[in-house]
């Protein structure tokens, strides 16, 4: 278990933080990780003796028995951490190249082991609140359970459940094999498979075709793409409740398709001089905003505010800043008008007085037969974190000090709680990094490293914690004994972070033009270059300056009140005015609000694609061949998932990084880049010499 799980950590960290770095990214699926072990796990128990190792006095068996369900998940959690690593590498190449501050290894080893440890803390300490009682189901990991009874079956099959005679794995190879074949055309043969926007390709110099129909700065209204990593851009369609899509797929539709080009074509906020869809911000004349001009690196990284007003493309006002906005006002009113009954109840049937070690009863049913976890554990592993934090914030040049990462820390923690309570109940995940990033702000003015890391303590450690407690949960339903999962989760989530780290500084140092559009197989930072507008925004402007009477952006302060208002309007409609309309039912308003998370740089072709797969798999073929859906529907996700992975990293590393392709060009290479959706065209255009604002 131990050597297939590490193995398997390594193996998804190093990928997932490649992946990080290139767009469209690729991930390697945790339920590809699950399903490939099952064969490795049987391979090991049938090739290797049985022989005992002596290690530190302890006897160590080479082959303990049989492969079973446990192990299974053990390796499935072990490598699981593997998927915690995109946005502190976003934050890591920020700061490296966009900043151009290299704080060496020491700061980023330690300050990643701070983060995810702190995240570990937090599901350890408040497990009692958030993973013990039997009312939070945590949604998200019943697929992987369903995935571990089909790999270790406790009883037979019913005879409905065998009418595909295909096994499920034989069944996962047809497809990893046929999808692993199919994706050397979209990635190198025929990259115009990948971004089809045909429409742009009749009309390639026509600007609001290409706004309008385009895949790179454009809206997308067509999105047809033949390329899986396009598809699953923001997660595998396949493995998502139909509500959630339908809710995402309206908001798509109304803030990306009808409100966006109202915005833009009326030229609000000067936003038709620039690209209608891009994750860069720019200046008055309508060119990429020069950082360098306007970031005084003598004087600690501060903002020169003389040196010209930041615009930013309509799609990336909206929804990184208003629709976020919404999203966190609307989470509280949702919560209590949806939840509020539910929580009372959890927290009774909690036992807070353990948050302290004291000693308590365990939950009824909770894992009677195994030692649970000692809370002091967890705050000895939270006290760490703390001190790891501060070193980096005191030691390193990083503007933060010892009372930001004590602040940051504590709003992770106090937003910890509500969060997993919203996630263990909806599977929604509710960002809070717009919060943290104006707190940082206001705090730390004309300060951008401190603002960067004050989110990446503040936000990225709670993230990492809901993570963690998703995977408790999964230890009860599988009935994993506490302290073997504290042990596989602590060795994990060292492992896991040495790996992100040593590929993120291999992947800066080898891969030519990296985070640049000259960067080749789409390693261009997408994400990292998001995060660097940001927080240029919030930390060397600073909310007070951008958001000030008068200013130009001051009016989506209003998402505010709308993230306020829609959950009292629909909860009205649904329970008071037509409480027998079912669709009404499944509407909810953080999902509405905040599902478009991945704009920019994700554009509508990648949500559209996406929406539409998962509503043929989750409507159309589920109720045809329910079936075929049970049996194979999640299977067929962690085929193409692996598949599309490791092509992608075969592809990179035998055909790019060594320059097998540098002369390989036909029509199908290049059609889709000879248009203006490839060229970043706007609607208005700025006269030489002019600018406008």
């Not at 099959?157 to 990893?176: I, P």
């Not at 009808?258 to 209608?276: D, E, G, K, M, R």
């Not at 005015?577 to 079912?582: A, D, G, M, Q």
Request: net charge positive; glycine share 8%.
């Amino acid at each position: 278990m131990w050597v297939i799980g590490i193995g398997f950590c390594l193996l998804g960290s190093g990928l997932n933080t490649l992946s990080t770095f290139r767009f469209p990214s690729i991930t390697l699926s945790q339920s590809a990780i699950q399903f490939l072990a099952f064969p490795l796990g049987k391979a090991w128990e049938l090739v290797f003796p049985n022989w005992e190792l002596n290690i530190l006095g302890s006897k160590v068996s080479l082959n303990p028995g049989p492969f079973n369900h446990k192990e299974n998940i053990l390796i499935y959690i072990l490598a699981n951490l593997s998927f915690l690593t995109r946005l502190s590498a976003d934050v890591l190449t920020e700061q490296r190249v966009f900043y151009g501050f290299n704080a060496g290894w020491g700061f980023e080893l330690v300050m990643t082991l701070a983060t995810i440890l702190f995240g570990f803390s937090l599901a350890g300490i408040f497990r009692s609140l958030v993973v013990e009682p039997p009312g939070l189901v945590w949604p998200g990991v019943l697929g992987n359970t369903a995935l571990n009874n089909a790999l270790h079956p406790r009883r037979q099959e019913a005879a409905s459940e065998t009418m595909w005679k295909m096994s499920r794995y034989q069944f996962f190879m047809v497809a990893f094999s046929v999808s692993f074949c199919w994706y050397w055309f979209p990635d190198f043969i025929f990259p115009a498979l990948g971004y089809f926007t045909f429409v742009c390709w009749i009309a390639p110099d026509n600007a609001v075709v290409n706004q309008v129909f385009g895949m790179k700065s454009g809206l997308g209204i067509l999105p047809l793409t033949f390329d899986w990593s396009q598809i699953a851009y923001i997660g595998s369609p396949l493995v998502v409740p139909t509500w959630a899509i339908l809710n995402i797929l309206a908001s798509l539709v109304f803030w990306i398709y009808i409100v966006s080009p109202a915005i833009y074509y009326t030229n609000t906020w000067f936003s038709a001089y620039l690209p209608i869809q891009s994750n860069s911000i720019y200046d008055n004349t309508g060119a990429v905003y020069n950082v360098s001009r306007v970031i005084d690196r003598a004087q600690g990284f501060s903002f020169n505010a003389t040196k010209g007003q930041i615009y930013l493309p309509v799609t990336y006002a909206l929804n990184t800043f208003g629709l976020a906005f919404a999203t966190i006002a609307s989470l509280f009113i949702w919560t209590v008008l949806e939840k509020r009954h539910s929580f009372m109840e959890f927290f009774r049937s909690s036992s807070p007085g353990s948050l302290f070690g004291f000693k308590t009863s365990i939950p009824k049913d909770v894992q009677q037969a195994y030692k649970p976890v000692p809370t002091w554990w967890y705050w000895i592993s939270g006290l760490i974190s703390l001190a790891l934090a501060i070193f980096a914030s005191e030691y390193y040049p990083v503007q933060l000090h010892y009372h930001g990462a004590l602040l940051s820390m504590a709003i992770s923690a106090i937003f910890f709680v509500p969060l997993a309570w919203v996630y263990a109940t909806s599977n929604v995940k509710v960002q809070i990094d717009i919060f943290c990033r104006i707190v940082a702000g206001y705090v730390y003015e004309n300060k951008v490293l401190a603002n960067i890391w004050f989110f990446n303590l503040g936000y990225i450690s709670g993230i990492k914690g809901l993570a963690f407690a998703q995977d408790l949960k999964l230890g009860i339903y599988c009935n994993i004994p506490p302290r073997k999962l504290f042990l596989v989760q602590a060795v994990g989530l060292v492992v896991g972070a040495v790996s992100q780290v040593s590929v993120l500084n291999w992947a800066l140092n080898h891969i030519p033009n990296i985070c640049t559009k000259n960067a080749p197989n789409g390693f261009t930072c997408p994400f990292s270059r998001t995060h660097f507008n940001t927080s240029i925004v919030w930390g060397a402007v600073g909310p007070r300056h951008f958001f000030m009477p008068g200013s130009l952006y001051r009016p989506l302060l209003w998402f505010f009140l709308l993230g306020a208002l829609l959950p009292v309007v629909v909860f009205i409609l649904k329970r008071r005015i037509f409480p027998n309309t079912k669709w009404l039912r499944k509407i909810h308003v953080p999902v509405f609000l905040g599902g478009l998370n991945y704009i920019p740089p994700a554009s509508g072709t990648n949500y559209g694609s996406w929406a539409i797969v998962g509503l043929v798999f989750g409507l159309v073929i589920k109720r045809l061949h329910r079936h075929w859906w049970q049996r194979h529907n999640f299977v067929l996700s962690s085929a193409l998932d692996c598949s599309v992975a490791i092509a992608s990293v075969l592809i990179f590393f035998t055909v790019f990084f060594t320059g097998a392709a540098d002369k390989f060009s036909w029509w199908g290479t290049t059609v889709h880049q000879n248009t203006c959706d490839w060229k970043d065209c706007t609607y208005l255009q700025v006269a030489k010499g002019e600018t406008f604002g």
